[in-house]
């Protein structure tokens, strides 16, 4: 049987009924709870949390989000927890989307308007509506085909003759000719795994419109072999210019064929499962839309790595690597993005920000920003949230070293989102100036 269930981070599975369901609490089948205990085995042998396992009929979720499909047709789908209210499903399924699209820099293409219905459907329907729009594209530009080497045994003569291998032929066999010729086919690396791609799509697709374009393109392809090594044929994909038509559709094979998430769910089950830890989400749209906000000579660095947290024996202990380090006229602002929502309001809670983070953000400072820089900034950010609109009053580190918490605005369409940064911050004349030389550049 064939089952959708929708939730959201931290949400509640169970396999009793559950009277008022929600995004956060849902019932699953049996067999889906068994499977996704086993897939937290796997997950906590690689030293990540899926779920907490709480009793024996209730499952609680972590903080990853994506879609895992089980083998028994059940297809879970995990939402980003960004609203309080339990009715912005598809609010919460366009934001996952153009989270992923930004994190592993996908070239989405767009159908018109009747594109937008798809955020109504399954995450994994998504995925697949794409694949299958590059692929048609693909097809229309016209697939590569290349002159493959056969050699055969055959009663005619065809092609070059094999001398060594022929005058070694039996006696009885003398009637037989070993040959050797080219043949202009389909059948290389590249057209493998699209095929392969393809006959999962066509295989486990329950929309009408995929389906449907899922088995004319299979009529298209019907001479190429799937591939049957995909992690071999991926490695010798060809680039350059005689095969750039194929790049736009690299990306939504791996995705496909579980080959290119942050954290593939592996086993004997090939759907289209994928599982992607949403402070890494998050962290990689914080960086695009900062990315868009600074002037030319601005760097950027994601993940710096050239720092220590202390020396031990002539040697670096403990590396401290920031989200974000921007560099800017001979200066340095450290970022860092915390996927949690806080509270603006609870100021005798610490306003929800945990102690750690301030510390780490402590260390980063002593050691990317330099004693005599004259703007000493640490940035923290957070989501907005209707209880966090507006950055906090900063924070004084000793000596002149201040820390700020920033909202950042998820935005409800494409490039909407954005850092909301305080006026009186460095970083706010940075942004600014990188506005008024584009207001100029446009005019």
């Given amino acids: 049987m064939i089952r959708q269930v929708t939730v959201r981070e931290y949400a509640r599975l169970t396999t009793s009924v559950v009277e008022s369901p929600s995004l956060d609490r849902a019932t699953v089948t049996k067999s889906a709870f068994d499977y996704l205990c086993r897939l937290a085995g796997q997950f906590r042998a690689g030293g990540a949390q899926l779920l907490e396992v709480e009793g024996s009929q209730w499952l609680r979720l972590d903080n990853f989000v994506g879609i895992v499909e089980t083998p028994c047709g059940t297809t879970l789908e995990i939402l980003p927890k960004h609203h309080d209210a339990d009715d912005c499903e598809e609010s919460a399924r366009m934001l996952l989307v153009r989270m992923i699209e930004t994190a592993l820099e996908l070239p989405v293409r767009r159908a018109g308007s009747a594109d937008l219905t798809l955020f109504r459907a399954p995450l994994s329907e998504w995925v697949r509506s794409q694949f299958l729009l590059a692929l048609e594209h693909l097809v229309k530009r016209g697939m590569k085909s290349d002159f ?17 291998r022929q005058l070694r032929q039996l006696p009885e066999r003398g009637h037989y000719f070993h040959t050797r010729h080219d043949v202009y086919s389909l059948d290389f690396p590249e057209n493998r795994l699209i095929k392969a791609a393809l006959a999962v799509v066509a295989s486990s697709t329950r929309n009408a419109a995929n389906w449907r374009l899922s088995h004319e393109l299979l009529h298209v392809l019907a001479d190429v072999p799937a591939s049957r090594m995909h992690a071999q044929d991926f490695k ?11 790049a736009p559709i690299l990306p939504w094979c791996q995705l496909v064929l ?10 004997t089950w090939h759907g289209i499962s994928m599982l992607f830890p949403m402070e890494k989400l998050f962290e990689r749209f914080v960086e695009a839309s900062v990315r868009r906000l600074l002037p030319v000579s601005a760097r950027l660095k994601r993940q710096a790595k050239e720092r220590y947290l202390c020396q031990h024996n002539g040697a670096g202990f403990f590396r401290l690597e920031p989200d974000l380090l921007i560099e800017h006229g001979g200066e340095r602002t450290v970022l860092d993005a915390k996927w949690k929502r806080l509270n603006a309001s609870a100021r005798i809670k610490k306003y929800g920000i945990a102690q750690s983070d301030f510390y780490q953000l402590f260390a980063y400072g002593h050691q990317y ?14 989501p907005k949230t209707a209880a966090f609109d507006a950055p906090l009053p900063p924070f004084s580190f000793a000596p002149g070293m201040t820390l700020w918490v920033l909202p ?24 600014a100036n990188a506005k008024r030389i584009d207001d100029r550049a446009s005019t």
Avoid: C, S, T
């Fill in 148 to 164: 493959v080497r056969v050699e055969e045994e055959q009663r005619n003569l065809r092609g070059q003759l094999d001398m060594v």
């Fill in 408 to 431: 950042f605005e998820l935005g409800a369409k494409v490039n909407e989102e954005r850092l909301i940064v305080a006026p009186e911050m460095r970083l706010a004349q940075v942004v």
């Fill in 369 to 382: 920003i330099a004693a005599e820089q004259e703007h000493k900034e640490l940035v923290l950010i957070y």
């Fill in 236 to 246: 010798v994909w060809r680039g350059g210019r005689l095969m750039a038509h194929y």
């Fill in 258 to 267: 579980g080959q290119r998430q942050p954290l593939a769910v592996q086993g």
